[in-house]
């Protein structure tokens, strides 16, 4: 009985996470549709697993990746918390990531910490920030 209570007791540590809240790591993952704040309305980027596509509107409905996005993807890729994206022609960009709101936004910092880009995933309600 005792094994079980300890083995019991171990469980419940190890699936403890100090980090409850919305910035649960499941949810921070760069990968889907994302719109560009100050431009929902006619950018989106679409992160797949290695490659950024941009996709515009001039109505505010994106169509599908496969269709709609502008040729010449961004290979992108993450290390140490950062994100690098090739701009193509020799530039790279590279920011920190700050998931909030349980993932659904993300700010793009640059190395003093200020942000530069914030994005939030397709369907969510920005404006409820």
């Known amino acids: 009985m005792k094994k079980i209570l300890s ?3 171990l469980i419940s540590f190890l699936s403890c996470n100090d980090d409850q809240d919305s910035n649960s ?3 921070n993952t760069i990968l889907g549709r ?7 309305q006619t950018v989106m980027y679409d992160f797949k697993t290695d490659l950024r596509y941009s996709i515009y509107s001039s109505n ?14 961004n290979p992108w890729y993450i290390e140490n918390q950062k994100i690098f994206i090739d701009l ?4 790279i960009s590279s920011s920190e990531l700050n998931f909030r709101n349980n ?4 700010d ?17 309600n920005y404006s409820s920030n």
Do not use: Q
């Not at 505010?60 to 993807?73: D, Q, R, V």
């Not at 193509?88 to 530039?91: E, K, L, P, W």
């Open 25 to 27: 790591e499941s949810n």
């Open 34 to 40: 994302w719109h560009l704040v100050g431009f929902e």
């Open 88 to 91: 193509h022609f020799g530039n």
């Open 60 to 73: 505010g409905e994106f169509g599908e990746t496969e269709t709609s996005a502008i040729p010449n993807p």
């Open 7 to 9: 083995l019991f007791v």
């Open 103 to 106: 993932g659904n936004v993300v």
């Open 108 to 124: 793009f910092l640059n190395e003093e910490g200020s942000i530069t880009t914030t994005l939030f995933r397709e369907g969510y």
